[in-house]
C-alpha cells in the first residue's frame, strides 16, 4: 500500500468539483487499504496521542465561521483498534505514547476521506502530530512503514501552502499569490528531484517563506509519509496539483 501526503483543504473544498474528481480518481487508483492511518496537521499533541478507535466518538469539528451544514457532516468509519495496538508495538518504547478515547476524526482526515471513501466502510484511525521537526517526523514515519505491508493506507494530511494571513481574495477561484505559486513550483521540482535534505530545510531554502507557511504544520505530514515510504529519496509521484483560495493542493503518493 503506497504512502500519501495530501492537501486537505477547509470544510468547502467538498464544494469544487475538480477537488473531489481529483480525489475520487486517486482512490479508484488505489489499492483498497484494510485501514486508514491518518496524521492531520490539525492535531498536534505530545507525546503522540491515539485517538479513539470507537466510532461513536462525535467527529472533531475544528473550524469556526462555516455555514451550519458542514457541522451537520458525520463520518463513522469502524475504530481500527488493531492498527492503534500496531502502532505501540511498532513504537516499542520509542516513543512515549498515550491515548486520547474522546478525541475522533477531525476536519484534516474526515473530510478527504468523505471523498475518497464515502462509503465509510474501511477502518479509520487518526493519531497526533507529535512534534513539527522534519527529521523526527521521518523517523516516526519509518517505525509505522510495516504498516503499508498489511494494507494500511498512511495518509498525511496538510497543505503545501497554508498563508491564510497573507490572502487577500477568498474566493474559491482567486489568483494564487507570488509566495504561494513560487514555494510550490519550488516543492513540485524538489519532490521531483527526490530532494529530502532540501525538504528537510524547506524554512531557509524554499522561496516564498514565510507566508506560505507563517506556522508550518501544514506541511509537517508529508515527512511522516515520506518516512513511511520504502525510499524518502524516490521521485514522488504528484496526484493532485492547482490552487484553491491561492492555496497550493500539490498532493503525493509514495511506495
Known amino acids: 500500500m503506497p504512502a500519501v501526503f495530501l492537501s486537505h483543504g477547509a470544510p468547502p473544498l467538498v464544494d469544487s468539483p475538480q477537488w473531489v474528481a481529483q480525489l475520487e480518481g486517486w482512490a479508484r487508483a488505489l489499492p483498497t487499504p484494510s485501514a486508514v492511518l491518518v496524521v492531520s496537521a490539525h492535531w498536534e499533541a505530545a507525546p503522540l496521542t491515539i485517538g479513539s478507535t470507537d466510532p461513536r466518538t462525535p467527529l472533531t469539528y ?5 455555514p451550519d451544514r458542514f ?6 468509519p469502524p475504530g481500527a483498534a488493531d492498527v492503534a495496538t500496531a502502532v505501540e508495538k511498532l513504537l516499542g518504547g520509542s516513543e512515549p505514547v498515550r491515548h486520547d478515547p474522546d478525541r475522533r476524526l477531525d476536519h484534516g482526515a474526515y473530510v478527504p476521506l468523505t471523498v475518497m471513501y464515502p462509503a465509510a466502510d474501511i477502518p479509520v484511525l487518526q493519531i497526533s502530530l507529535p512534534t513539527l521537526d522534519p527529521e523526527r517526523l521521518l523517523h516516526l514515519g519509518e517505525r509505522l512503514r510495516p504498516l503499508r505491508d498489511a494494507g494500511v493506507l498512511i495518509m498525511g494530511s496538510g497543505f ?6 497573507f490572502l ?21 521540482d524538489r519532490m521531483t528531484a527526490g530532494d529530502v535534505d532540501a525538504l528537510i530545510d524547506f524554512r531557509v531554502q524554499a522561496p516564498g517563506m514565510p507566508y506560505a507557511h507563517p506556522t508550518i504544520e501544514h506541511f509537517a505530514p508529508l515527512f511522516v509519509a515520506l518516512g513511511a515510504s520504502d525510499d524518502p529519496g524516490q521521485r514522488q509521484k504528484q496526484v493532485v496539483d492547482g490552487y484553491w483560495m491561492g492555496l ?4 503525493v503518493e509514495l511506495v
Open 168 to 188: 487577500h481574495d477568498p474566493s474559491p477561484d482567486a489568483e494564487p499569490p507570488g509566495w504561494s505559486v513560487d514555494f510550490d513550483e519550488w516543492a513540485a
Open 71 to 76: 457541522y451537520d457532516v458525520t463520518y463513522a
Open 62 to 66: 475544528d473550524f469556526w465561521g462555516f
Open 248 to 251: 497550493a493542493k500539490r498532493s
Open 160 to 165: 503545501t501552502t497554508h498563508g491564510l494571513p
